[in-house]
C-alpha cells in the first residue's frame, strides 16, 4: 500500500519570493508522482509527473519537483511566485495499480 | 483536450433524499472515479470502475453507490443522504495505464441540510 504526506498544511509567501512545498511517500514497489493543483472554485489540474528517467520534472508554468528515491520525496519548488499561483496543490502517488492515493493538500497563499 | 463535465456545480438536498451525481468524461478513458473533498483531509475515494457495469471500492464507500452504465458516464447515488455526506465531490477519469494521469472535473459541492 502507498501513502502520501505532505508535511505543510499551508504556506504563505510573499510575492516573488522561492516556494518549496513538500511530499514525502511511502511505497513498497516502484511509483509514478504527481502533482495536481486546484484554483478556487475548480478541480484539479495537473502540473508536472514523474515517470521514469531524469529525477528533476518541469512544469510549463516554472514548478519543478525533484524525485528523491532515497529519501521517498517529491517536493515542488519555484524559485518566484506569481500572485496567480495561489492555489492548494496536491501531491500523489501510483503504485501500478489504477488508484491514486493524494496527500491532504497545501495551500499556498501569495501575499502582495 | 480531455472534458470530465459534471452536471451540477452547486447541489441543496434534505437528509434522507436519494441523491443523484452525474460525471461525464469525452475522451473513451476506461478508467473513471469519484473523490470527495474535505478540508484538511485531501482526496479520498469512493469507488472506481475500469469497465462499463464494472466496479470497486474506494476508501471510504459505504453510505454511496455507483453505476456506469456506458463506458463515458459514470453516476454517484447517494442511497440516503446525512448531513455528514456535505462535502465536494470530485469526478476523474483516466486510461487503463498507471502512468497516466487523471483528468478531473470542476466538482459539485453538495450541501445536505
Known amino acids: 500500500a502507498q501513502s502520501v504526506t505532505q508535511l505543510d498544511s499551508q504556506v504563505p509567501v510573499f510575492e516573488e519570493a522561492p516556494v518549496e512545498l513538500r511530499c514525502n511517500y511511502s511505497s513498497s514497489v516502484s511509483v509514478y508522482l504527481f502533482w495536481y493543483v486546484q484554483y478556487p472554485n475548480q478541480g484539479l489540474q495537473l502540473l508536472l509527473k514523474y515517470l521514469s528517467g531524469s529525477t528533476l520534472v518541469e512544469s510549463i508554468n516554472g514548478f519543478e519537483a525533484e524525485f528523491n528515491k532515497s529519501q521517498t520525496s517529491f517536493h515542488l519548488r519555484k524559485p518566484s511566485v506569481h500572485i496567480s499561483d495561489t492555489a492548494e496543490y496536491f501531491c500523489?502517488?501510483?503504485?501500478?495499480?489504477?488508484?491514486?492515493?493524494f496527500g491532504q493538500g497545501t495551500r499556498l497563499t501569495i501575499n502582495p | 483536450d480531455v472534458k470530465v463535465t459534471q452536471s451540477s456545480r452547486y447541489l441543496v438536498k434534505r437528509t434522507g433524499e436519494k441523491v443523484f451525481l452525474e460525471c461525464v468524461q469525452d475522451m473513451d478513458h476506461e478508467n473513471m472515479f469519484w473523490y470527495r473533498q474535505d478540508p484538511g483531509l485531501g482526496l479520498r475515494l469512493i469507488y472506481f470502475s475500469y469497465d462499463v457495469k464494472m466496479k470497486e471500492k474506494g476508501d471510504i464507500p459505504e453510505g454511496y453507490s455507483v453505476s456506469r452504465e456506458k463506458k463515458e458516464r459514470f453516476s454517484l447515488i447517494l442511497e440516503s443522504a446525512s448531513t455528514n455526506q456535505t462535502s465536494m465531490y470530485l469526478c476523474a477519469s483516466s486510461l487503463l495505464v498507471p502512468s497516466q494521469p487523471q483528468h478531473f472535473g470542476d466538482g459539485t459541492r453538495l450541501s445536505i441540510l
Open positions: 500523489a502517488v501510483s503504485g501500478g495499480a489504477q488508484k491514486l492515493v
